[in-house]
């Protein structure tokens, strides 16, 4: 498994949601999101970029603290406002810079080993990560054995 170095990611008028849900409302939100995509009259440039901050184990199952971005191609700040969409933000640029990636395929394994790989590889490199991993994907598949998906860590540029 490769991993790559000193990568730039870059997103433009990016939809961003961030919160506490459960696989299920995950999915709800999202469903969300693509409606009010639609309702802007805007359209997504590239399929959602997620990260996750947190997992708490509750009665009720896993609860993640997670961020989901969807890149577009238009400005929607002013829609946001006007419907006083409270729980979502309008980020006009996101950057990630001089960062680490590898790239993963459903086929090849699972999710988890790719990551595992990924800060296997800060450790061995006494890197510093500075973001937590964001998952790039290529796809939306129904069938999670066919993802495609990018994962990619910010790193302190700095030598100490």
Same mark, same amino acid.
């Given at each position: 498994?490769?991993?790559?170095?000193?990568?730039?990611?870059?997103?433009?008028?990016?939809?961003?949601?961030?919160?506490k849900?459960?696989?299920?409302?995950?999915?709800?939100?999202?469903?969300?999101?693509?409606?009010?995509?639609?309702?802007?009259?805007?359209?997504? =440039? &590239?399929?959602?970029?997620?990260? /996750?901050? #947190?997992?708490?184990?509750?009665? $009720?199952? *896993?609860?993640?603290?997670? %961020?989901?971005?969807?890149?577009?191609d238009?400005?929607?700040?002013?829609?946001?406002?006007?419907?006083?969409?409270?729980?979502?933000?309008?980020?006009?640029?996101?950057?990630?810079?001089?960062?680490?990636?590898?790239?993963?395929?459903?086929?090849?394994?699972?999710?988890?080993?790719?990551?595992k790989?990924?800060?296997?590889?800060?450790q =061995? &490199?006494?890197?510093?990560?500075? /973001?937590? #991993?964001?998952?790039?994907?290529? $796809?939306d *598949?129904?069938?999670?054995? %066919?993802?495609?998906?990018?994962?990619?860590?910010?790193?302190?540029?700095?030598?100490?």
């Amino acid at each position: 498994m490769e991993i790559k170095t000193g990568l730039t990611f870059q997103m433009k008028n990016v939809l961003a949601f961030r919160g506490k849900v459960t696989q299920e409302t995950l999915n709800e939100k999202r469903k969300e999101m693509e409606n009010l995509i639609k309702e802007f009259n805007a359209k997504p =440039v &590239h399929p959602a970029v997620t990260t /996750t901050y #947190g997992v708490e184990q509750t009665a $009720n199952g *896993p609860v993640m603290d997670m %961020e989901v971005l969807i890149p577009l191609d238009k400005d929607v700040s002013h829609e946001i406002v006007v419907k006083q969409l409270t729980e979502y933000r309008f980020k006009p640029q996101f950057l990630l810079t001089n960062a680490l990636q590898v790239h993963h395929e459903a086929k090849d394994g699972k999710l988890e080993d790719s990551i595992k790989e990924l800060y296997k590889y800060v450790q =061995v &490199h006494n890197l510093k990560p500075l /973001t937590n #991993g964001y998952n790039i994907a290529f $796809n939306d *598949p129904d069938d999670p054995n %066919e993802l495609i998906v990018d994962i990619m860590v910010g790193i302190d540029p700095n030598i100490l």
